[in-house]
């Protein structure tokens, strides 16, 4: 007998917004872990933290500021919905960052931990935000839009702004804290590369 296949999920307006708001949390403590280590990432957040440590400015008026002008190619190259959910999700990850400071204290975390658990942290974040159509606004947005106009793979697009940005980190920052930064930089990317499929989850 042959049977229809089932039929994909779709996520209810409740099931969009408590994901999107725990994969910002998840994404937050990721970078204040981080932080914590003075190690950078890749995207947006690497270009935030990288300015945060060089010019002493707080990390997440940096990190909103970076993507402002993002928003607007959101919008108009991936619609209002996707633009909103950026726009929400990056202004909640910049707010949790800040505020977990004074509730989360971190003395002293060897920067192996540090990018370990920064890695699966902030990848499990970032798969909840992919599920639900969601960003981290910056590079990401700018990857899918070339991906979309010119056929050029987003992830490459990626690759290419973190090489550049670790070259920049290893000019700033002391090499061990850029080696470290690249181990969880290779955490984060397996998570994802080992659990990101389109095709399990569709968003309405």
Avoid at 4 to 31: C, K, M, N, R
Wanted: net charge neutral; hydrophobic share 55%; charged share 10%.
């Amino acid at each position: 007998m042959i049977t229809d296949p089932p039929s994909p999920h779709h996520y209810t307006p409740t099931e969009d917004l408590q994901g999107l708001v725990i994969a910002s949390v998840q994404a937050a403590l990721g970078i204040h872990l981080l932080r914590a280590a003075g190690l950078v990432t890749g995207g947006t957040a690497g270009t935030a933290l990288i300015l945060a440590y060089v010019t002493g400015w707080n990390f997440s008026l940096v990190f909103f500021a970076l993507n402002i002008p993002f928003f607007a190619l959101a919008w108009v190259a991936r619609g209002p919905v996707f633009c909103a959910k950026s726009l929400g999700t990056v202004t909640l990850v910049s707010v949790l960052a800040e505020a977990l400071k004074p509730v989360l204290h971190i003395d002293s975390i060897h920067p192996a931990a540090a990018a370990l658990l920064f890695g699966i942290s902030a990848g499990v974040g970032l798969l909840g935000l992919f599920r639900h159509s969601g960003s981290l606004g910056g590079v990401s947005i700018m990857a899918l839009i070339v991906q979309d106009r010119w056929g050029f793979r987003a992830g490459w697009t990626q690759a290419i702004h973190d090489v550049i940005l670790f070259a920049l980190a290893l000019w700033l920052l002391p090499v061990d804290r850029v080696m470290w930064s690249l181990l969880g930089a290779l955490v984060l990317n397996g998570v994802i590369a080992f659990n990101h499929r389109r095709d399990w989850y569709v968003v309405t």
